[in-house]
């Protein structure tokens, strides 16, 4: 069968990778992104093409995929006169890769259908290594009949392949994952640097801890930086921030609250603001051991 012309916008470490590994199982792409050093790189490797607009990459494909930072860019690339939205037509799909607000989502989602067009919300997990060889995970959603018609292409980028039900809803995993990860994380983080204030050595309450229940692959990557200075995880505090924010809006929608989700927010808008948004998340134990010098000073 002919393979599906792909668009894609979001040219970055994951969506770089991900494009990389379509041409190399033979699909003909369309590219558009603002770093035009990523795009000749694609370019270079044949059968691509670049748009100008999202317009014009929607027009000229049969599957549009996002892998973009936040809804607000994910909206600004989709409405508008030159947007994706005025390039879609009856039985093309838009698929989103990025971490977006469920409610953006739908939205979205309603206005495609509105002219005959499908969408997938369908956020990864793993690294932009296993974006390379096709072994994502992908949480997707969205009507089974759309899921089913390009499932072949997420299975040729994705290890696990998830249909989690109506549109929206692998937003709210992906949302959910995270917070439950990234609370993780700065949780362990603060643990390591308690113990460091106390005067406990690292490496000690790593096997005592690892030795247990609490062991997990975040508390690895915890311990790579708390006790072996290396940045490991390749998630930077900014999108854990961005992540944390989306799950308290949610909560919000739902009617409920998450103290805890705050009380992760509170800790990670205080570690950009001390300057370690680029940084990998677990950067935030710096922010943790410097917090009761900054209470002396």
Do not use: W
């Not at 005025?86 to 509105?114: C, N, Q, R, V």
């Amino acid at each position: 069968m002919t393979k599906p012309v792909i668009g894609f916008i979001g040219l970055g470490l994951m969506g770089g990778n991900m494009v990389e590994n379509l041409q190399n199982r033979g699909y003909e792409v369309n590219v558009m992104d603002l770093n035009k050093d990523a795009v000749a790189a694609v370019l270079a490797r044949g059968n691509a093409s670049e748009a100008v607009s999202g317009k014009e990459l929607a027009e000229k494909s049969d599957i549009v995929m996002l892998c973009l930072t936040t809804s607000e860019v994910v909206e600004k690339v989709v409405y508008g006169d030159t947007g994706i939205l005025a390039g879609m037509s009856e039985g093309k799909t838009l698929i989103d890769f990025g971490t977006s607000i469920p409610a953006s989502t739908k939205k979205i989602g309603a206005d495609l259908a509105a002219i005959g067009a499908g969408m997938i919300d369908a956020p990864l997990g793993r690294t932009p290594a296993h974006a390379k060889d096709g072994l994502l995970n992908i949480m997707a959603a969205g009507d089974i009949e759309t899921f089913n018609k390009v499932k072949p292409v997420l299975d040729e980028q994705g290890e696990n392949v998830f249909h989690l039900g109506a549109l929206g809803s692998g937003h709210v995993t992906k949302l959910v994952n995270n917070f439950m990860g990234m609370t993780t994380v700065a949780t362990m983080s603060q643990a390591f640097a308690v113990a460091k204030l106390a005067g406990v050595d690292g490496q000690q309450l790593f096997d005592i801890m690892s030795a247990g229940p609490s062991n997990s692959p975040f508390m690895q990557f915890c311990k790579f930086y708390a006790v072996d200075g290396e940045e490991k995880l390749g998630f930077s505090v900014a999108n854990a921030n961005k992540d944390l924010g989306y799950f308290l809006a949610l909560c919000e929608e739902l009617g409920t609250e998450s103290l805890i989700a705050q009380g992760t927010s509170t800790s990670l808008q205080a570690a950009v603001d001390a300057g370690l948004g680029q940084n990998d998340v677990p950067v935030i134990f710096d922010y943790f051991t410097n917090l009761k010098a900054e209470a002396e000073a």
